[in-house]
C-alpha cells in the first residue's frame, strides 16, 4: 500500500459501532487475502485495520465463518493466504488443464530428497545422495526445482564448487508451513545414526507421515530415470 492511500484510509472507523466496525474489518482483511497472489504478511494486514484490532481473533473469526467451505485462510511462508482443504486435493488433480490445481504431488525419492534439503539446506547433491542413502540424481532435483519447491543456493566451499540447494517460499506454501521452524523436530521423531545426519527408514517414514507423501499415479519409477546432463 502506498504511503498516500495509506494515509487516506480510516483504518480506526471510529464513528462505527463496535460490531459492525469489527464487521468491516473482517471484509477488510479477508478482501486483500483473496486478492493477492502472494500470502500477505501481518504487517500488511494491520495497516488495513485498527490499533485497537487483534488480528489474530479477526482471522480466526474469518475462518470460523469458512468452515463449511472448501477453503480457509492459513499462515504460509510468511503470510496469510486462502487454500484449498487438503483433503480436496485430489478433486482438484482432477481437473485437466488446471493450473497449479492444488499440491504437486511426489515419488518416494522425490520426498526424501526433498526432506533432506528441508532440514540439512544448503546442501549439495552428493551431500542428498549420502544423507539418503541412495543416489539422488539430476533429474530428481530437475522435477523437484520445476515444481519450484527447491532453487540453487550458494556454491559449497568445495572443490568444484557444486551448487547447495534450498527450499523456496513454494515450498512453505506446498507444505503449509509459516516457516522452516515449524518443520516436525527431527528429535522428537527420534532422530538416529551419528550426529543424527543420516535420514534412515524410521526416520523417512516420520518424515512421509509429518510432511505427507504423494505418490504420483502411473509415475516412473525413480530407480528407472536416466541421469542427464541438466545443469541449474
Not at 518424515?207 to 546432463?229: I, M, S
Request: charged share 25%; net charge negative.
Amino acid at each position: 500500500m502506498s504511503r498516500a492511500n495509506a494515509a487516506r484510509l480510516d483504518r480506526n472507523l471510529s464513528d462505527l459501532p463496535e460490531g459492525m466496525r469489527w464487521r468491516e474489518w473482517m471484509l477488510r482483511a479477508e478482501a486483500a487475502i483473496f486478492a493477492s497472489a502472494k500470502p500477505v504478511s501481518r504487517e500488511t494486514l494491520a495497516g488495513l485495520v485498527g490499533d485497537a484490532c487483534r488480528l489474530d481473533a479477526l482471522l480466526a473469526d474469518i475462518n470460523e465463518e469458512l468452515k463449511a467451505r472448501p477453503y480457509e485462510i492459513a499462515f504460509v511462508a510468511g503470510g496469510y493466504q486462502f487454500r484449498t482443504r487438503p483433503r480436496h486435493a485430489e478433486t482438484l488433480r482432477a481437473l485437466a488443464g488446471t493450473k497449479d490445481a492444488g499440491p504437486p504431488s511426489f515419488t518416494k525419492l522425490e520426498m526424501l530428497a526433498l526432506s533432506a534439503i528441508a532440514y540439512q539446506q544448503p546442501v549439495t547433491r552428493a551431500e542428498l545422495s549420502r544423507l539418503a542413502g541412495h543416489d539422488i540424481s539430476r533429474d530428481i532435483l530437475g522435477r523437484l526445482k520445476s515444481v519450484h519447491v527447491i532453487a540453487p543456493g550458494p556454491r559449497a566451499p568445495q572443490p568444484g564448487a557444486p551448487i547447495a540447494w534450498v527450499t523456496t517460499a513454494r515450498f512453505l506454501e506446498v507444505f503449509a508451513l509459516g516457516s522452516l521452524r515449524d518443520l516436525p523436530d527431527l528429535d522428537a521423531l527420534g532422530a538416529a545414526g551419528a550426529g543424527g545426519r543420516e535420514i534412515d527408514d524410521e526416520i523417512e517414514g516420520a518424515l512421509d507421515d509429518a510432511l505427507g507423501l504423494f505418490e504420483t499415479p502411473g509415475a516412473q519409477d525413480d530407480d528407472a530415470l536416466t541421469e542427464t546432463e541438466w545443469e541449474a
